[in-house]
């Protein structure tokens, strides 16, 4: 007799298909990376990057509305520090006048009720490319933290609904917690890079940015690829330092460790598809041998399907296009 459970009763339409599938993914899912840079009218294209660019201040103002009226309501900043203000002591992080802290005031401007997450690290206003202080060889922690939890909050008062640290410090949200606490920003949030990997897929992005390291690697502060509790440890000292999100960074090569926090830990989850990731597909798709569309959105899928509520994503925008 043939089996009673025939498996493809439910594949056998387009419809019924629809009707089955248990992940979905839809605008709000995302949030969208962008680059910042200094001057007017500039549309920069990263060659690592294609499809992709660092705008001036008037030109993200313009892309913002685009993002906002295609249904994605989240972006992640960053911005292209120029050489002469980079120094080793983020001095210009902290500057209220600082390329972040306008391109905050602006994205707020022109599109007030986008939900603005700002970067804060050292690395793209550090004179060695490293996400902290430098002496000699090694990478300051508790002199980092003090710098970042000062630039968290100065990204606040500018208008940051959340502030994302992407530096793998020990202790660095919950010094950011307090900072913000006692400013009275209390409604600031924190999405933390709690399980970012040292990744030698971050290539394109350093190009992005100029902020490749000077020396050595980041391995001493960003976690090991072959670890999997360590993400948990980190995570849960991060909630419990006050992180109101947790991240996992990169996207597909890690997925089992989103699955594994996701059943774990009760906060929201955020995948970071990174540089790496978005240029292997769009090369594979230049050269003709991947279906460009078809895998970005099987990628965006499996990263949903694996625990994401929120996937920051470079291919936020055509994904969205593709929705229709
Ligand atoms: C640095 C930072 C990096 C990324 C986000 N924040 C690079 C790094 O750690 O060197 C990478 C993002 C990407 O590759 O898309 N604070």
Redesign the pocket.
């Known amino acids: 007799m043939y089996p009673l459970r025939r498996h493809r009763r439910l594949r056998q339409s387009q419809a019924i298909r629809h009707l089955v599938r248990e992940t979905i993914l839809t605008p709000s899912d995302f949030l969208v990376?962008l680059f910042v840079v200094e001057g007017k009218g500039v549309q920069e294209a990263i060659p690592s990057m294609p499809g992709y660019f660092r705008y001036s201040l008037d030109l993200l103002e313009k892309e913002v509305k685009t993002l906002w009226s295609m249904g994605l309501c989240g972006v992640l900043v960053?911005v292209k520090v120029p050489d002469h203000l980079k120094d080793n002591a983020g001095t210009e992080a902290l500057n209220p006048k600082g390329l972040m802290q306008r391109a905050v005031q602006t994205i707020k401007a022109a599109c007030p009720e986008m939900l603005v997450m700002t970067?804060v690290?050292l690395?793209?206003y550090s004179s060695y490319g490293h996400?902290g202080i430098v002496e000699g060889t090694e990478i300051l922690n508790d002199e980092t933290v003090e710098v970042l939890a000062e630039m968290a909050l100065s990204h606040a008062q500018a208008g940051a609904d959340f502030v994302a640290p992407?530096?793998m410090m020990d202790g660095r949200i919950l010094s950011i917690r307090e900072a913000l606490e006692e400013a009275d920003y209390t409604h600031t949030g924190i999405m933390s890079?709690s399980a970012?990997y040292a990744s030698a897929?971050?290539?394109?992005?350093?190009d992005a940015l100029d902020?490749?390291?000077g020396f050595g690697d980041?391995k001493t502060y960003?976690m090991d690829s072959a670890n999997r509790f360590e993400a948990l440890e980190e995570a849960q000292a991060d909630i419990d330092e006050g992180a109101d999100i947790i991240m996992v960074?990169?996207g597909i090569c890690y997925l089992d460790i989103v699955r594994e926090l996701k059943n774990e830990i009760d906060v929201p989850i955020a995948v970071?598809q990174?540089?790496?990731e978005?240029a292997m597909i769009k090369a594979a798709a230049e050269k003709g041998w991947l279906d460009h569309d078809a895998v970005m959105m099987e990628q965006l899928l499996a990263i949903k399907r694996a625990g994401a509520n929120i996937i920051a994503s470079?291919f936020a925008k055509e994904a969205v296009a593709l929705m229709g």
Do not use: E
């Open positions: 990376p960053f970067d690290a690395d793209p996400d992407s530096d890079y970012k897929f971050y290539g394109p992005f350093r902020s490749a390291p980041k960003q960074k990169p970071y990174v540089s790496g978005y470079y």
